[in-house]
C-alpha cells in the first residue's frame, strides 16, 4: 500500500534556528502533500496545500514566512520552520495523495524549541 | 466554514461496544473518515464512507451516517485494550484531499 515516510520522528532545536521537516512518499507519486500542525490534546490544523512545481497554498493564520513550504518532486515536500520559537513547539504531520487516492500520512514530527 | 465536532473522551470496558460520535456542518461532504492516532505517531485510516450510504461495515467497526443530522458514528465491536488511542472524524468536499478534522476522541479502555 501506499507509504509516506516523514523525517525527523523528533528534534529539539535552540530558538532562532530553523528546522526542515520532509515529508516523502515512497511508493507513489505524490501531486498534493498536505501540512497540518497538531497542538496538545488538539485536533489536527490544516497549514497548507502543497502541489508539486507550484506555491503552497496556505490557510488563513498560517505565516508563509514563517512556515516554507517547498514541494520540488512528485516525491517530497520540506516544511521549514524559520526563526523556530517555542511556540512553534508542535506535532507536524503531513499527509500526501495523488488523484483517486486517499490520503496517507506520514508518522508525525514532534519540534521542541528550546 | 466547515466545522466537525466530536465528544472529547469515551471510557469503555474491555470487551464492550464502543460508540464514538461526530457532527458536520458541511452539507456537500463527498466522503467522511475516521482515523486513529496513537501516542506519538501520525494517523492510521480506519475507513472511510461515502456520503451517499448509510452504513458501512468493516470486520469489527461499522459507520452510521445519518447525512440528515449530519452525524456520524463509528462502532467498534469487542474493544480491546490496543483499541486504545485517539479517533479523529474528518469531512472532505470534492477531490482536493483536503480535510477538515474533528477534535479527536481518546478512547479509554479498561480490561
Known amino acids: 500500500g501506499a507509504v509516506v515516510s516523514q523525517h525527523p520522528s523528533r528534534v529539539i532545536c535552540k530558538s532562532g534556528t530553523s528546522v526542515k521537516i520532509e515529508c516523502r512518499s515512497l511508493d507513489f507519486q505524490a501531486t498534493t502533500m498536505f501540512w497540518y500542525r497538531q497542538f496538545p490534546k488538539k485536533s489536527l490544523m490544516l497549514m497548507a496545500t502543497?502541489?508539486?512545481?507550484?506555491?503552497?497554498?496556505?490557510e488563513q493564520g498560517v505565516e508563509k514566512d514563517k512556515f516554507l513550504i517547498n514541494h520540488a518532486s512528485l516525491t517530497l515536500s520540506t516544511l521549514t520552520v524559520t526563526s523556530a520559537h517555542p511556540e512553534d513547539s508542535s506535532f507536524y504531520i503531513c499527509?500526501?495523495?495523488?488523484?483517486?487516492?486517499?490520503?496517507?500520512f506520514g508518522q508525525g514530527t514532534r519540534l521542541t524549541v528550546v | 466554514g466547515e466545522d466537525v465536532e466530536q465528544s472529547l473522551f469515551l471510557s469503555v470496558r474491555e470487551g464492550d461496544s464502543s460508540v464514538i460520535n461526530c457532527t458536520y456542518t458541511?452539507?456537500?461532504?463527498?466522503?467522511l473518515y475516521w482515523y486513529k492516532q496513537e501516542p506519538g505517531a501520525g494517523l492510521q485510516l480506519l475507513t472511510y464512507i461515502f456520503s451517499n450510504m448509510d452504513m458501512k461495515q468493516d470486520q469489527r467497526l461499522t459507520v452510521l451516517l445519518n447525512k440528515k443530522d449530519k452525524h456520524l458514528s463509528l462502532r467498534i465491536a469487542d474493544t480491546q485494550t490496543g483499541d486504545s488511542a485517539i479517533y479523529f472524524c474528518?469531512?472532505?468536499?470534492?477531490?482536493?484531499?483536503?480535510?477538515?478534522f474533528g477534535q479527536g476522541t481518546t478512547l479509554q479502555v479498561k480490561p
Open positions: 502543497s502541489n508539486e512545481g507550484s506555491k503552497a497554498t496556505y
Open positions: 458541511d452539507s456537500s461532504s463527498t466522503y
Open positions: 499527509s500526501a495523495t495523488r488523484t483517486g487516492q486517499s490520503l496517507t
Open positions: 474528518a469531512d472532505s468536499t470534492g477531490n482536493t484531499g483536503k480535510l477538515i
